[in-house]
């Protein structure tokens, strides 16, 4: 096993469609990413059925894995993001009102803030590596500092990431926004990032 591949946990094996390397992986990190999402969802049941989507995902969609340097860390990351994604969803659907009863501007915004937010993670995630990390960390809301060390780069670094990826993303979303009603939403998104 190469220097390579070491960092990246056999991601290389499952992203060429070895089987083994992907149970080897399934194996070795079930449990702890089971138990990693439950410390954000609190429900055993959803960190179980969060856990094995993102498997069953990272089979489906192991091509793109080849790019991934850090294994290990792309895998709590993308199940962090799943385990946010699932409380996000979870809200919107305990604000949603009874079918009886019409939809209020509230709701409406909140539906539209979290379909702007998926596309947002979606375009992320086709960032170069480092700026999808510092892009990740900063939706989190973690500090300038903090990603630093994650990162293991300058906070300088992550303030050229951080400003690179915004703009990368800007010019990636905003003509998909620019002739709907969701514009200033999209545009209030973005500046609080």
């Known amino acids: 096993m190469d220097e390579r591949d070491a960092r990246n946990d056999g991601l290389t094996g499952v992203s060429n469609g070895d089987v083994e390397e992907f149970t080897t992986l399934f194996k070795r990190y079930y449990k702890p990413l089971v138990l990693f999402a439950n410390t954000i969802v ?53 604000s949603l009102v009874p079918p009886d009863e019409a939809f209020d501007e509230d709701i409406l915004q909140t539906i539209a803030e979290e379909e702007i937010y998926a596309e947002l993670i979606r375009q992320v995630d086709l960032l170069p590596p480092k700026c999808r990390e510092v892009m990740l960390l900063k939706l989190q809301e973690v500090d300038v500092p903090t990603i630093a060390a994650t990162c293991q780069i300058t906070e300088e670094t992550v303030r050229s990431q951080y400003r690179h990826g915004k703009t990368l993303l800007k010019k990636q979303l905003l003509p998909a926004f620019k002739n709907s009603l969701s514009l200033q939403l999209f545009l209030s998104i973005m500046q609080d990032l």
């Open 42 to 94: 609190k429900d055993d049941d959803v960190a179980e059925d969060l856990v094995q989507a993102f498997f069953c995902k990272l089979w489906e969609e192991r091509g793109s894995l080849a790019r991934v340097t850090r294994g290990k860390s792309y895998l709590y990351q993308s199940v962090k993001n799943c385990s946010y994604n699932y409380l996000r969803h979870q809200r919107v659907v305990a």
